[in-house]
């Protein structure tokens, strides 16, 4: 049984009724047959109107109504109010009487009573019982009256009694099947109930935790359009607003690069949530002028259990402060890293004069001047390092990118002998690109050195280098310590050193992947990394549109 229209308006103008009211409804068709049938036979039969068992019956019917209106019935037991249908069977009999066959139908009034009991739900066989056995009292009271009583004259009206019988049993049976379902449907419709409450807690749970944290939070479904934006992020979306556009689209704030450079459509963070990626602190600045503000921004994708993307979820941190800082420390490490090269370089001025005229010093010394030498050397690279890291820039030229892999093979071999690391490296031959060769040196030596590095238990050094049109790939692999997730999160940032290098000695300062990175954003590429903890690391790099055929015929 569904909750109907109809079933809600019985539920509303029945069920939910008080007690008295319910009884006053059942009687009152039985009450307006009895009426009108009385009326007929005023108007065609007005004699009638003298008998006595016709005129007890009317009275009584005209009681019963009164009754199920002044009893209190809410305040009596639960099933007194079978006392009227059981009453209306003496109205039924004493008016058949009264109307001497007359009125044909008369019998028929017995089927309220027997649906009223039958119906109640209080005692079904009892009901069952009483109500075949009220029809066989109706219709053989004349023949006891008459004193004429045979086999034949109590058999030839047998039919009405099993026919109030058979309504009888099937008034339980549909009554029983729809109680059945109208409590299912009750206690259904409670626990949902009980549900939308908890929905409803849990979602003003949410609303508030999302609404305490201080990041900005915003959930949009696959089509971009918001479903969620806590407090925090309301403030930040209106820091982008232009000052002509009181409703923007996202499309339309005012977002840049970490550079002050507008972003593109297709670049700003929601967009690229909705277009399936996901990413980690992924920096752009909102608003301009004194209260622009640098955020970093992370999306995870929501999706079905089919992989459909159900939309995705941004959250936006206000780094403006951190940035701030970063920028403060990189002039103050430019300007001590500038002070620290006069001194350094005139260090290894003097130890070259050393160096070249040997005899002037005793072979220890001599060994001496070598140590200082290398120390200084070391020190020129950390500031060489600390230096790069604020601008970079790159100088295109032909560069044969077998002969640099070669050459970084080559240097990185006495450290990849030491760490018992196997190398295999392929490139096509011959590679030619137009980069900074130079630069990209510096970055394959960091990618190759990191890899020795980096697996202190030995294994195997994979190189591959290869090209796809015009676009240069670069592939190097490890087996070696590798990353955790967290870890990868922040490789590229500057000082960054991995916990398992750290743990076990391994020197380094944390500026190479940065370094790498940049100089590969320098020439338009990519460099991506994929690790895994245990198993080893792959670090890749593509350098769009700079294959070349041939070395250029000089001028």
């Given amino acids: 049984m569904t909750d109907t229209p109809t079933n809600q308006l019985i539920g509303r103008l029945f069920y939910q009724r008080s007690q008295r009211v319910r009884v006053m409804l059942a009687q009152l068709p039985f009450f307006l047959t009895m009426s009108l049938a009385a009326i007929l036979l005023g108007i ?219 972003l593109a459509p297709e670049a700003r ?35 079905h259990d089919d992989g459909r993307s159900e939309g995705a979820v941004i959250a936006f941190h206000d780094v403006t402060d951190m940035v701030n800082a970063l920028s403060a420390k990189n002039d103050f490490v430019a300007n001590v890293s500038h002070e620290f090269r006069t001194p350094l370089t005139a260090i290894q001025s003097y130890l070259d004069l050393a160096l070249e005229t040997p005899d002037l010093h005793p072979p220890e010394v001599s060994q001496y001047l070598k140590i200082a030498d290398r120390n200084a050397e070391r020190l020129g690279g950390l500031v060489s390092d600390l230096l790069v890291t604020s601008a970079i820039t790159v100088e295109r030229t032909p560069t044969n990118m077998n002969h640099l892999l070669s050459d970084s093979i080559a240097s990185a071999a006495p450290g990849a002998a030491a760490n018992s690391v196997a190398v295999d490296w392929q490139c096509e031959e011959p590679l030619l690109a137009l980069v900074d060769g130079v630069r990209i040196s510096q970055v394959v030596d960091n990618l190759i050195s ?52 750290v743990e076990r000695g391994i020197p380094g300062i944390g500026l190479g992947l940065m370094i790498s990175k940049s100089i590969i954003d320098t020439h338009g590429g990519v460099l991506s990394m994929e690790s895994e903890l245990g198993v080893g690391t792959t670090m890749s790099f593509v350098i769009p549109a700079c294959v070349i055929d041939s070395f250029p015929e000089p001028e």
């Fill in 44 to 262: 065609l039969y007005p004699g009638l109107l003298s008998n006595g068992q016709l005129m007890v019956s009317l009275w009584l019917n005209l009681f019963l109504m009164l009754a199920c209106l002044a009893v209190p019935w809410d305040k009596l037991h639960p099933s007194s109010f079978l006392a009227i249908p059981y009453m209306d069977f003496l109205a039924v009999a004493l008016f058949r009487e009264g109307t001497q066959t007359l009125l044909s139908s008369a019998g028929m009034l017995t089927l309220f009573p027997i649906f009223w009991l039958c119906a109640s739900g209080v005692a079904p066989k009892t009901s069952i019982a009483s109500s075949t056995v009220a029809s066989l009292l109706i219709i053989w009271n004349p023949v006891f009256q008459s004193g004429q009583v045979s086999a034949e004259a109590l058999i030839r009206p047998i039919l009405f009694p099993f026919m109030m019988l058979a309504f009888a049993i099937t008034v339980v049976v549909l009554t029983t099947s729809m109680d059945g379902q109208r409590n299912s449907l009750l206690a259904k419709d409670k626990l949902l109930r009980a549900a939308l409450a908890e929905s409803q807690h849990r979602e003003l749970l949410l609303e508030t935790v999302v609404d305490t944290v201080g990041v900005g939070v915003v959930v949009v479904d696959a089509d971009g359009h918001d479903r969620l934006m806590n407090s925090a992020q309301a403030a930040i979306h209106s820091l982008g607003k232009p000052h002509d556009i009181a409703d923007p689209e996202e499309k339309e704030l005012l977002l840049f690069t970490p550079d002050r450079v507008a």
């Fill in 450 to 501: 990191n890899a020795v590095k980096y697996s202190p238990d030995g294994g195997t050094l994979t190189v591959r280098a290869w090209t796809d049109g015009t676009d240069l790939h670069c592939r190097i692999s490890d087996t070696g310590l590798g990353m955790n997730s967290s870890e990868q999160a922040g490789a590229f940032q500057k000082f960054f050193r991995a916990g398992t290098a």
């Fill in 269 to 303: 963070p929601v967009r690229r949530a909705i277009n399936g990626e996901s990413f980690t602190n992924y920096q752009i600045w909102i608003g301009t002028g004194e209260k622009a503000r640098a955020l970093s921004t992370t999306a995870r994708i929501m999706r």
